[in-house]
């Protein structure tokens, strides 16, 4: 075990190892942070979902805790005004392209959506949001797999999962803004995808799901 840090989150003392990621020392001492993107242990985070927000004394404005590590002395609150209000503007803009269905979701009860809704007090049908939704509805390019633009919520895991467990990823990102959706490459690329499907198992939300025999 490395050195070991002290900092002090929402007025607890956590003694945690260096070089820990800021939010990943909050999970583990279960302080939720609302997140989409992070994925522990891997380099680089997209920092793209805009939702981990912390602030931290000495620094002026809230800062996304997938992208900082612990640090000795440091003063970190999780729930300030300005923390929850950035966590809630970009919760209703993923919410305002979102098809919510649940019912029919298999993700149901277990997504990180609705985990981060509840959390913030909002309803997944957010009052006053104008939806704007893609089509199709659903992308059965894939030969096992089918994938929802709808529920994605473009936090990239699927990509960085599949990367690291193929070597290079078989899926990315494809078109840009509004239009942003993943693709998959072609199908010659997908054999290894038999015995993978771990974009379907880090998928946070209900956007990939295995084809079933009349979908
Ligand atoms: S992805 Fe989550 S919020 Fe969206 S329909 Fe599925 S269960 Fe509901
Ligand atoms: S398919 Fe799932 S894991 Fe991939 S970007 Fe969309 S929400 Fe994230
Ligand atoms: S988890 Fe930090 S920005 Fe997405």
Redesign the pocket.
């Known amino acids: 075990m490395g050195n070991m840090v002290k900092l002090i989150v929402d007025g607890t003392e956590l003694e945690v190892e260096e070089g820990t990621v800021l939010?990943d020392a909050c999970l583990d001492h279960g302080i939720y942070i609302p997140?989409?993107?992070?994925l522990k242990g891997m380099e680089q985070?997209p920092?793209?979902?805009?939702?981990?927000f912390v602030s931290i004394e000495g620094i002026a404005h809230p800062v996304?805790?997938?992208t900082l590590t612990v640090r000795e002395g440091m003063v970190v609150q999780t729930d300030t005004n300005a923390v929850r209000g950035l966590q809630i503007s970009a919760l209703r803009l993923l919410l305002s392209v979102h098809d919510v269905d649940c019912a029919h979701c298999p993700a149901n009860k277990k997504c990180a959506l609705q985990k981060i809704a509840k959390f913030l007090h909002i309803g997944l049908k957010a009052k006053g949001l104008e939806i704007y939704l893609k089509e199709p509805r659903v992308v059965q390019d894939h030969p096992l797999i089918d994938y929802y633009p709808n529920r994605c919520v473009l936090c990239g895991r699927c990509i960085r999962v599949c990367r690291a467990q193929n070597g290079l990823p078989l899926m990315s990102f494809a078109k840009r803004g509004f239009d942003t959706v993943i693709s998959f490459y072609g199908a010659a690329s997908t054999l290894g995808c038999k015995t993978c499907f771990a974009c379907l198992k880090i998928c946070p939300v209900g956007a990939i799901t295995l084809k079933t025999p009349n979908s």
């Open positions: 939010l997140h989409l993107c992070h985070p920092a793209s979902c805009r939702l981990c996304p805790s997938c």
